[in-house]
DNA sequence: GTGGTCTAGACCACT
DNA sequence: GTGGTCTAGACCACC
């Protein structure tokens, strides 16, 4: 389900959290889902288990999935983040600001801006 | 006219390149403009000469900028390098999805994202 | 300045979060203050740099520290933490019952506990 | 009477131990008392009944509770094991510490924190 | 020189 | 079996 790409410049272990996030936004994976152990991952993407244990906490640090000893990972349930989203929010922002500005340098129109947004925001959860 | 933020993840030079690329999408830089020489900016940035001079090499490397030897370093025109725009779509749309994601584990609706979207590419020259 | 004890039952690099802690809060370290290289604590305390690292990146992560690429690591300025504060004294909250609870079982007698309090209380920061 | 947290990162079978202490702090659970058995439990707190006997296990260690075979487990004398008292006593000291620090780092009061003290200190039995 | 990432492989605590 | 910790040693980006 996730794809490893070696060449980019995201360190792996991001872009096993990049892509859970996706996997959970799709709902692919949805609250309570038992995600697989880190054997298992490490062994599928054939990435080092350290590196997708290094994912595993940070998903946990963002309150995206909880960890049970010995049981093994699960989705969380959401309104897991306390009060620090407002921080995340500024700083959700400012990627949309560069994403923008990346996109008027490489002259794409503000239609084709807006029907690629509606494809990925369709693409995550409908609505 | 710059604004460097030492606690930022991007790298310095990072950042100069990404608000280089918005001064000109503002238009506050226009083509053929003059650009201040890495001595100049390294010294009002307070950052090491090295680090503007790694800016200018990635901006040049994306056609942005033309350096004349002796005469200076200016705006480019709006040539672009050829072949490699699809690779900078594509890493684009990638960037795009993975903003739509964070924003819906943020739980931000999607009239939220479109004003955001809107403000942003209004901020960056009215067309 | 920090002492690695090989038989406790927390994790080295917790014990370094939080010896670095109490010598911040001592004043032993201030404000601004570079912290010794990764290389360099890990060659002293006789642990893989990559322990320390660990620790170095939680107390980033808490807003204790900041790195900064290829200059090193510096005591932050106060006042980062910015919402999650709550969570965080309520976690602390339940530490002080446990020990409250601990030293009850002991014996402990009210005036023995004020006075350890006081005593630690003393011994970072004064006041 | 006792509560388990999933998400807590203490061992399910350390939650036990201390929730049994601050029973019998709190004088709810009384010297000779008989103590419900390892399967009662681990059917009222749904956690497996290894979990429970580890924590009895620990318990008895302690010098908190007895077994007697056959018959049940029950509420120790305050005996208490003989020489490992002082290890206990300085391990409270290093955990009041932990507290201590942490508190100012999250800019606690001194008066904010005597009022908790106070508080837990009559929460557990008036003395 | 600095910290950040990754691999390989080991041991431990918990269920 | 699960995730968490630690070591050893490598490579990289940044300054």
């Known amino acids: 389900m ?19 996030k996706e996997l959970i936004a799709k709902g692919v994976l949805q609250e309570g889902d038992k995600i697989p152990s880190v054997r298992e991952l490490s062994a599928q993407l054939l990435v080092n288990p350290n590196t997708v244990a290094k994912s595993f906490q940070e998903l946990e640090r963002q309150g995206i999935i909880v960890t049970h000893r ?10 897991a983040a306390p009060g620090m989203e407002r921080e995340r929010i500024e700083q959700l922002q ?23 947004t509606e494809e990925e925001w369709r693409r995550f959860g409908g609505e």
């Open 2 to 20: 996730i794809q490893i790409n070696e060449r980019s410049l995201l360190p792996l272990y991001e872009q096993i959290v990049q892509q859970m």
């Open 94 to 116: 400012a990627e949309l600001r560069h994403v923008v500005v990346e996109a008027r340098h490489l002259g794409i129109s503000r239609e084709q801006f807006s029907a690629w």
């Open 70 to 79: 010995g049981k093994g990972t699960f989705v969380a349930k959401r309104a």
